[in-house]
């Protein structure tokens, strides 16, 4: 791409997604007017579960074939792109190659190849596969295909899954929102206006529009859990280790004070057990060498004792989030399990210290492939005390403390700059003894099974909005330093009336405490507050469902009660479909 500017090479390259969706999509739809293939509709297919999909291929029911399967994806990928913007690399044509072999396959030995088979899965940005770009949104990373596949890319195909395009994320993947120059802003399913999470977005927007049987994505700070939260799906976030790495791109090769971990996203607890069960302790012993731990059969009280809390003390949650743990909790105490109200201790510790890992270099490394991409808006907070000089950062801390009185915020914002080789090393140290002081004073202390908790202070936020708002990844990155499995469970859509700002809401002693004063008034005070509930009526909102470490399992199933304990509410296959 030498001598091409950023602007030329956007245009080159969404042309050319354009270009292979309609080589596929465009002449299947074309044949749209032919009676479908034993009696099966695409509508029928993309609203099935990937569980049942497998389950219908291999009962070798009419019209259930892997090509068939592909392609009611390809086409209901293709009708998301249009509305929300959610694809980047296209990988129709070669996914049909690979089911017809597998319908061939099948058709010869009457057996599936494995769990995921036929399956068309979608795949986050910074997976590698072989022969098409990885570029998480960098202009200058285009035209650089893979030569291998991800780990995670040959596990999928070894188990009969078919890769079939990749998704949207930020630019640098440390963002919540989802937008880069180079292929452009997802939006939320359900609202134009608002962000469908990042840094799994696209992954998140795709599945919750029906657009992939399953999808993968990654976190480091929350980028597995808050999508699925802003756009109504399900997720794993494994425990460091559970899940294969190598082949994954990133902005900041060798850091490694906070493991990303990898996992699925689905549009059910079945699909998202399905996934963990191919997935969990394998790896090639010449690239990785994950801790030999498959997925393991666990059995858990019929009585559950769970911890939740609704808000904290660094940032007040929303009513719409508040309501969300509240009718989880409710649904949960109605199955008999206990459900125990506890406040995080000090987690503003846990967010100082993520703030001191990441911007230990002063964010060179990461903002250093931006190249001559114009900086997306998103990064403005997250990476401005790093770049200012200390007496300024000195100064605007100084300022916070002395005119808002707001001393979290003057804690995080003085913690974000370069570091020293045993400054790093002490900040290391830090997080091993929160690690530590977590364990002792959550589980040790109540000897909770699982702990239900917001996914985020708010149901989502208008576009751009997070360029202020950075801190409200804290409610997620919390359980990656500290390393804990969490599912991700929708619950409820915000209710313009419900969900409105109250005087209960208001009252510390029953809507929690105001937590960061600047924070907080970006959040609810005046025109432009990002919480809206009129605004942000009908988006979804979802719960973490936390457990200890190791104990991934134990999360899926009990995700399971929490799932089956909320009942129908219009989430899962079909419901963009409804909605929109």
Known sequence: MAGKSWKTIVQEKQADRARLIEDVVGKAKAAEGEAPEGGVKNEDIVH??????????????PGWTAEKVVLAFAIRAAEAQEKINCLT?????????EARALDAEFAQTKRIRGPLHGLPISLKDCYKVKGYDATIGFTQWVDKPSD?????????????????????VPQTMLSFECSNPLWGRTLNPYSPNHTCGGSSGGEAALAA?????????????????????????????????RVARSGTVGCVPGFEALIAANGPIARSVPDIELASRVLFGKSDALNETLPPVPYRDVTIPKKLKFGYYKTDQLIKVSPACQRAVQETVDALREQGHECVEFVIPNNLE???????????????????????????????????????PSFIRSLACWAARTFKGDYSWAALFSNSHPRTVSEFWAETKAKNEYIKFFHENVWGKHDFDGIICPVN????????????????????????????????????RVDKTKDAISEEWNDPATGGPKGSPIIHATMYEGPKAAYDPVAMDGIPVGVQVVGKPWEDEKVVEMMKVVDG????????PGAWAEKS
């Open 48 to 61: 099935a579960t990937a569980t049942e999909i497998v389950q219908n291929i291999q009962a070798g029911k």
């Open 89 to 97: 690399e296209i990988m129709f044509a070669q996914a049909l190659e």
């Open 148 to 168: 291998v596949d991800a780990e995670i890319v040959n596990h999928i195909r070894a188990a009969g899954g078919i890769p079939f395009v990749k998704t949207n």
């Open 209 to 241: 529009c029906d657009g992939a049987a399953l999808g993968f994505g990654s976190d480091i700070g929350g980028s597995l859990r808050i999508p699925p939260g802003f756009s109504g799906v399900y997720a794993l976030k494994p425990s460091q280790n």
């Open 350 to 388: 846990a967010a100082r210290v993520f703030v001191a890992l990441t911007s230990a270099d002063g964010y060179k490394t990461l903002t250093s492939h931006i190249g001559p991409d114009p900086r997306d808006r998103t990064l403005f907070l997250v990476t401005l005390g790093s770049k200012i």
């Open 457 to 492: 202070a708010l149901p989502t936020v208008p576009h751009g909005g997070s360029a202020l708002l950075s801190p409200l990844a804290f409610a997620t990155s919390l359980y990656n330093v500290v390393d804990h499995p969490v599912g991700i469970v929708p619950v409820t």
């Open 565 to 572: 304990a909320l009942g129908k509410r219009g989430f899962g």
